[in-house]
């Protein structure tokens, strides 16, 4: 079974390759996220949203990790088919995980207030720029897709405006610019800091439920 999954970042597409996934890496940019789903071709048989997220749900903390087989967005909405939905429930509850809509937002949701709004007005219980790109990419092409993300960014928490920049096309951060930021606004190194360090702890708690996921998925 060949599995591709679309991460934003490098360091969740080194954690894919490790899980035995083949990812691609669209470094937040949705429009080269699109072109590379397309670009992947024929002989797909999943697409998986693969990385962290930022939490709408309160409940959901930093690490807590999300698999899903809904995406919502502002243009749509789509679920797997039913009998992959159940497959994939059954194996977020053997792992004991969080399950829900996911959100596809066309930009970060930067302030508590913007992720109130929008588990508001979608119910979703997480966000992150891609998934709604790969469920679409998905429909397109006649096969499932599933999110696994690990929550990065609580709902209550405010992004300083370093974790904002665009990246690098390889999908790591551009350290001039952040730098360059700092200095601007050296209030942000602690909320950066402390969201760097939140971020290692979400992918590494990613590792062990895409792993099951893999094996999962491979033998279907």
Do not use: Y
């Not at 990790?65 to 497959?87: K, Q």
């Not at 509850?93 to 399950?99: F, I, R, Y």
Request: charged share 20%; net charge positive.
């Amino acid at each position: 079974m060949r599995l591709v999954c679309v991460c934003g970042l490098a360091a969740e597409a080194r954690r894919a390759r490790r899980s035995g996934l083949c990812p691609i890496v669209g470094a937040g940019d949705r429009a080269r996220t699109a072109a590379l789903i397309t670009a992947a071709g024929n002989g797909i048989d999943c697409l998986i949203s693969f990385g962290i997220a930022g939490a709408l749900a309160p409940l959901l903390q930093t690490g807590d990790v999300v698999i899903s087989t809904e995406v919502v967005a502002t243009g749509g909405s789509w679920r797997a088919p039913a009998s992959f939905r159940r497959d994939i429930a059954g194996l977020a509850d053997a792992l004991g995980v969080h399950q829900g809509a996911v959100l596809g937002a066309p930009v970060i949701l930067a302030t508590a207030e913007a992720k109130r709004q929008a588990r508001d007005q979608t119910g979703a219980v997480a966000v992150d720029l891609e998934s709604d790109l790969v469920a679409d990419g998905a429909a397109r092409a006649g096969i499932p897709f599933v999110v696994i993300r690990a929550i990065a960014d609580p709902a209550a928490r405010d992004l300083p405006p370093a974790a904002l920049l665009p990246l690098a096309a390889n999908g790591t951060a551009q350290l001039p610019a952040v730098l360059a930021s700092l200095v601007h606004d050296p209030r942000q190194f602690g909320p950066l800091f402390t969201l760097a360090r939140e971020t290692r702890a979400a992918l590494a708690a990613l590792m062990r439920p895409a792993q099951a996921l893999q094996r999962r998925l491979a033998t279907a």
